[in-house]
């Protein structure tokens, strides 16, 4: 069964951190996209909208993926850890119990671009050990689809014809799969999908045709269940492709904790407040 376009979510420019301007793409209050929490689009050549950054932060009970097109990403948490993510770099970062940590932006060449995504985590895996897995643009595979339209692979397994491409990220509780697909005008490309899967798709350059509906930069895509995505596009594109398995548990999210109770909101807040999140 091919998918469909069930509907559009048009991103909106916000703030976060200290000041940092953004386009919002999806938020946790929207319904009906589990396990997806939220979508952050950076994209800028002046530095004062962005240069603030994102100051000690913690989180609770999921995953957090940052993923940089170009410019760089210095993070540093409570635990130890830190690094800088460079161009074309992916962190995905399983909060669960608890870290605490600083993401300040550094531009290359003027110019700062990246993404970040808010996963769920099941409510057995919300109070395990935090764990980092961090790559660099050389390590994710990609895959042609003409001489000008690819797909990069960073996590699950893409299938195209007799070939399965798997990125490099592991053990994902929700089997996501997170691909970026530039297509060339007028190319087409068909992506077989999970059918128990959530599939969202992010443009953030030109257009796409779905199934006869357009879908413009700046816009998401809840797609409807079915077994096959053909994607065309009407003009040079590149967008994010999404695809997780529900977890179908209550969510309740204040802020950067995302939990399964109220009970448990309240004791995130008791342990961040008492310097316990993490233990």
């Not at 790559?135 to 990069?152: E, G, L, M, R, T």
Request: glycine share 8%; charged share 20%.
């Amino acid at each position: 069964m091919q998918r469909l376009i069930k509907n559009v979510i048009t991103s909106r420019a916000t703030s976060d951190g200290a000041g940092v301007k953004l386009q919002r793409a999806i938020t946790p209050s929207v319904a009906n996209i589990d396990p997806f929490l939220m979508l952050d689009e950076i994209s800028s050549d002046q530095g004062q909208d962005y240069i603030a950054g994102f100051p000690d932060h913690p989180h609770r009970g999921f995953e957090t993926v940052t993923y940089m097109l170009q410019g760089k990403m210095r993070h540093k948490d409570h635990l130890g850890n830190e690094g800088v993510l460079e161009d074309g770099a992916v962190q995905w970062m399983t909060a669960g119990r608890g870290v605490i940590h600083s993401e300040m932006p550094e531009q290359t060449e003027g110019l700062l671009h990246g993404f970040q995504l808010w996963i769920n985590l099941p409510a057995k895996d919300k109070m395990q050990p935090a764990a980092y897995q961090e790559y660099a643009s050389d390590d994710f595979p990609i895959v042609n689809i003409s001489a000008s339209s690819s797909i990069k692979v960073m996590a699950g397994t893409l299938i195209q014809g007799d070939n399965k491409v798997t990125g490099p990220v592991k053990n994902i509780a929700t089997e996501a799969q997170y691909f970026d697909i530039r297509l060339s005008q007028d190319d087409v490309v068909a992506i077989p999908t999970k059918t128990t899967h959530t599939v969202l798709l992010y443009c953030f350059k030109g257009q796409l045709e779905i199934a006869g509906k357009v879908l413009a930069q700046g816009q998401t895509a809840v797609l409807s269940p079915g077994d096959l995505l053909s994607i065309k596009a009407l003009e040079d594109a590149a967008f994010l492709f999404l695809s997780a398995q529900p977890i179908g548990e209550p969510v309740v999210n204040y802020g950067p904790f995302v939990m399964n109770t109220a009970a448990e909101i309240e004791q995130a807040i008791q342990d961040y407040h008492h310097g316990c999140l993490t233990g």
